[in-house]
Each structure stands twice: as C-alpha cells, then as structure tokens.
C-alpha cells in the first residue's frame, strides 16, 4: 500500500497542477475581453471577493459586517468599496462616521453573476471528462481525505503563515 500511496500522493500533485493552469487559462481568455477588470483597480481578486460576498446579500452589508464577519482588512475594503463604486457597480449608505452599507446595484448584480459563471465554466473545464456518478465518487473521496485533514491535531493557521 506505501507504494500506491505515494504514487497517488504525486499523481494528485501533478492534477493539481494541470488544474490550477487550466484555472489560469479561463481567467486569461476572459480577461482578454475585459469583463473582470476595473480600470485603475490592480487587486481584482479584492473586489471579485467582495462582488462575490455581496451577491449573496441583496440587502447589502456594512462595513463593520464586512472586517469582522468575513476577514477584511480595513484598508483592501476601502479599496474594493471605492472601486465597485466608481465603475457603477454598488452604492454606498453612511450609517454613521465610521460604517457604511454597501450594495450591489443591477449592473453589479450582472458582473458578479458573470463572476460565478466564469467559476462554473472552470469547473466544467476541469471535471468534464467524468461522468455525474465519477463526480459524485470524487467529491466523497476528496471530501473524506478533506475532513480527516481537519480533524487532526495540528494548527492550520500558523502553519498557513509559516509554509507562505
């Protein structure tokens, strides 16, 4: 067993590889026609997570929601909000001198579903040569090996900021 065990170790290794440049590719065929990038904004994952989180909440979230409930640091918020907000894509409210609500308006509701599209075009990509069953036996393996990892005694957050 030792022996398949490395050799899957490697081959999961090397699928990992081949699946994080084909995230790559898709991002770059679509990139190329400007859809998911805001003019001057550098950090698009910044506000693709934010356009993301918010699509979720048609209400909208504050920005105290937003730093202590889904680990935004002030100023990459700032940022994101003042990016979704000059391209047209959300709104602001003052609550009071330090909060604001923000929201997504139609035309951010638009991008951000394109966001999630662009997801499921990548997970096509990645997993269309099996079959709905093999998809099913793939996720209850990886999400198995996933759960063991989580219940072992180690401590993920500081070995996530040493192994960076």
Do not use: W
């Not at 790559?24 to 998911?36: A, F, M, T, W």
């Amino acid at each position: 067993m030792s022996e398949l065990t490395t050799k899957l170790f490697i081959d999961v290794k090397n699928f990992e590889k081949y699946q994080s440049m084909l995230k790559c590719q898709v991002h770059i065929e679509e990139e190329r026609h400007g859809d998911y990038c805001l003019p001057g904004f550098p950090d698009r994952h910044n506000f693709h997570r934010l356009l993301r989180i918010l699509r979720k909440h048609d209400d909208g979230l504050t920005s105290k929601q937003l730093i202590y409930d889904f680990d935004y640091r002030p100023s990459d918020l700032e940022d994101a909000t003042k990016a979704l907000v000059t391209n047209n894509l959300a709104n602001t409210t003052p609550i009071n001198e330090e909060d604001y609500k923000i929201r997504l308006n139609t035309e951010g509701i638009e991008v951000a579903d394109n966001l999630l599209k662009r997801r499921d075009k990548i997970a096509e990509a990645a997993y269309h040569t099996l079959s709905e069953n093999e998809q099913r036996e793939l996720d209850r393996l990886v999400n198995k090996l996933t759960e063991d990892y989580a219940n072992r005694d180690v401590n993920y957050n500081a070995l996530g900021n040493i192994c960076r």
